[in-house]
Structures are given as structure tokens and as C-alpha cells.
């Protein structure tokens, strides 16, 4: 069986790390993670399990001699016969890596467009407030204005951020089922 790279986390240092989240989650103390340490955790998970698949029912090697070809026979026959009982384990453990696999990249897909929504979100609300601006400085009750053009401008204007808000409230409301979606997927 061949060593996982340094990088990589072992089978204890895996059973180590659930063990230390299952003591956090009794004692209590929730440390809030990002999803993007998340994501990084399950690539990582991800590349390990990858490397450590093709070991599964491989015969590690020994040393030349004639009790370790006599060993290395009987591990071959004891390989051969459990072969129908490997084989759809290991197809089950490679479907089951390539639906994960597929899930980190949904979730990164997600992950970015969510960034994406807020930043067209942030930029509509700082539009919206230069409009509420440039609003109150025509309809300032101190100024007294008898053009058509300052009323049809005051018109335009609040017609404009009446349609930002409605905008802004759709987007609101994609990020808020985006959010939703992905507390319903963990």
C-alpha cells in the first residue's frame, strides 16, 4: 500500500479531527466556518480519497525469498477470491467520490454566483442612494424651482429609484433562496 502524500490527511488524523468536532458540538461552542475552509476542506478530503482508491484490495509487496513468495502467493489467491466482493465496492467508492466531486464544483458554482449577486446587490444600493440623493436636493423645500425641466427630471428620478428598489428586492430575494437552497443541501 502506498504512503498518501505528507499533505494529506491520515485515517487517524481524520477519526482524530471528527472526534475533537463531536466533543466541540457537546461542550457546545459552535466555531461558525467559512464555506470557502469548508470547501477547501472537502477538496483536500477529496484528493486524499482519490490517491488511497486504487489501494483498495492491492497486495502490498515483500521482499524476495521463499516464504514471502509462498505469503505473496496466498495473498494473490485470497485476492482472486474475494475479487467478486471487491469489485462492487470499489465501483461504489468511485461513484461516491465523483458525486462529491461534483458537489464541490456545484457548491463553488454557488459559492460565486452568490458572490456575484451580492456585488450587483451592493452596487444597486449605492446607485439607489446617489439617486435618494440627488432626490432630496431637487425636492429640497428651501429652493424654489418653476421649471418643467427640474419637474420632469424629479419624475424621472423617482421613477428610477422606485424601479432600483424593485430591483434590489428581487436580488434580495435570489440571494435570500440561494441561502435557503444551501441550508437545505448541508
Same mark, same amino acid.
Given at each position: 500500500? !502506498?504512503?498518501?502524500?505528507?499533505?494529506?490527511?491520515? $485515517?487517524?488524523?481524520? @477519526?482524530?479531527?471528527?472526534?475533537?468536532? #463531536?466533543?466541540?458540538?457537546?461542550?457546545? !461552542?459552535?466555531?461558525? #466556518?467559512?464555506?470557502?475552509?469548508?470547501?477547501?476542506?472537502?477538496?483536500?478530503?477529496?484528493?486524499?480519497?482519490? =490517491?488511497?482508491?486504487?489501494? #483498495?484490495?492491492?497486495? !502490498?509487496?515483500?521482499?524476495?525469498?521463499?516464504?514471502? !513468495?509462498?505469503?505473496?502467493?496466498? @495473498?494473490? %489467491?485470497?485476492?482472486?477470491?474475494?475479487?467478486?466482493? *471487491?469489485?462492487? *465496492?470499489?465501483?461504489?467508492?468511485?461513484?461516491?467520490?465523483? %458525486?462529491?466531486?461534483?458537489?464541490?464544483?456545484?457548491?463553488?458554482? =454557488?459559492?460565486?454566483?452568490?458572490?456575484?449577486?451580492?456585488?450587483? *446587490?451592493?452596487?444597486?444600493? +449605492?446607485?439607489?442612494?446617489?439617486?435618494?440623493?440627488?432626490?432630496?436636493?431637487?425636492?429640497?423645500?428651501?429652493?424654489?424651482?418653476?421649471?418643467?425641466? $427640474?419637474?420632469?427630471?424629479?419624475?424621472?428620478?423617482?421613477?428610477?429609484?422606485?424601479?432600483?428598489?424593485?430591483?434590489?428586492?428581487?436580488? +434580495?430575494?435570489? $440571494?435570500? @433562496?440561494? *441561502?435557503?437552497?444551501?441550508?437545505?443541501?448541508?
Amino acid at each position: 500500500m !502506498s504512503e498518501p502524500p505528507k499533505d494529506f490527511l491520515t $485515517v487517524d488524523e481524520i @477519526k482524530e479531527r471528527i472526534r475533537n468536532r #463531536v466533543r466541540q458540538l457537546d461542550e457546545g !461552542s459552535h466555531t461558525s #466556518v467559512e464555506p470557502s475552509q469548508r470547501l477547501d476542506e472537502l477538496r483536500r478530503n477529496l484528493r486524499s480519497a482519490n =490517491l488511497l482508491l486504487p489501494d #483498495v484490495g492491492a497486495i !502490498s509487496a515483500r521482499p524476495h525469498g521463499r516464504k514471502n !513468495s509462498a505469503i505473496q502467493l496466498l @495473498k494473490r %489467491t485470497i485476492r482472486r477470491l474475494l475479487t467478486w466482493f *471487491l469489485r462492487p *465496492l470499489r465501483q461504489f467508492n468511485a461513484a461516491i467520490l465523483a %458525486t462529491l466531486s461534483e458537489t464541490a464544483h456545484a457548491l463553488e458554482a =454557488l459559492q460565486a454566483d452568490i458572490t456575484s449577486i451580492m456585488q450587483r *446587490l451592493r452596487a444597486l444600493e +449605492a446607485n439607489t442612494n446617489q439617486h435618494e440623493i440627488r432626490g432630496q436636493q431637487l425636492t429640497n423645500p428651501g429652493r424654489q424651482h418653476d421649471s418643467p425641466e $427640474v419637474d420632469r427630471l424629479q419624475r424621472k428620478i423617482l421613477s428610477e429609484m422606485d424601479s432600483l428598489r424593485g430591483r434590489i428586492d428581487a436580488l +434580495a430575494s435570489d $440571494v435570500q @433562496k440561494l *441561502l435557503e437552497n444551501c441550508h437545505l443541501e448541508h
